[in-house]
């Protein structure tokens, strides 16, 4: 397993050491080092028609506790990100923030969920099967898990000049059916004229 320790400081840790002293991280990540949220950024920035978005980053404070048998440690905390998106309304940059509450169980993938009922475990449970957890990937894949569906601005208000300006497909068969993304399509190209 590579790590970028040299980026980000100590990034890989080891379970059952972490978990018997109940030891507490925190780190800060930046776009480089996390490549699926890299990924959404640069696409977003490609993608869009215009806006700003804050620099993707993530940051982390957790704790890896100890846990019964079978699991190999429990991990409490919180993640923060700062993510550059697009909008899905106006099609423009936007920063979505994210703050997610942690507390998963690190279990290996053959341990059934009953096994760990037995075990007097219960909580939601992240399947690990190494004895080592690298807390980049680990927050990097959080944190997209962790992202909306549909991720667009909370208020129209906030939106670009497109999706304000978008309005229903008038004449024809179509008149009373409205095709928000075709309204958008023919306002960008007509901007593009």
Excluded at 80 to 85: N, W
Excluded at 115 to 125: C, D, M, P, S
């Amino acid at each position: 397993m590579t790590t970028s320790a040299s980026k980000t400081g100590n990034s890989v840790i080891l379970i059952a050491d972490a978990a018997g002293r109940g030891a507490s991280f925190e780190r800060t990540f930046k776009l480089a080092d996390l490549p699926r949220l890299a990924a959404i950024d640069a696409a977003a920035r490609q993608d869009s028609v215009g806006g700003s978005a804050l620099q993707t980053q993530a940051s982390i404070a957790v704790s890896v506790m100890p846990a019964a048998h079978p699991a190999r440690g429990r991990l409490v905390g919180r993640v923060q990100a700062t993510v550059g998106v697009m909008c899905q309304r106006c099609l423009e940059l936007m920063t979505h923030q994210q703050d997610v509450e942690v507390d998963v169980l690190l279990t290996p993938s053959e341990v059934s969920d009953e096994v760990l009922a037995e075990a007097g475990l219960v909580g939601e449970r992240w399947d690990h099967d190494a004895d080592e957890l690298d807390l980049v990937e680990w927050t990097d894949e959080l944190v997209a898990l962790e992202l909306p569906m549909v991720l667009r601005h909370e208020r129209l208000e906030d939106c670009g000049l497109l999706a304000q300006e978008a309005t229903p497909v008038s004449g024809g068969v179509d008149a009373d059916r409205q095709t928000p993304f075709a309204d958008l399509a023919a306002m960008m190209a007509a901007r593009k004229e």
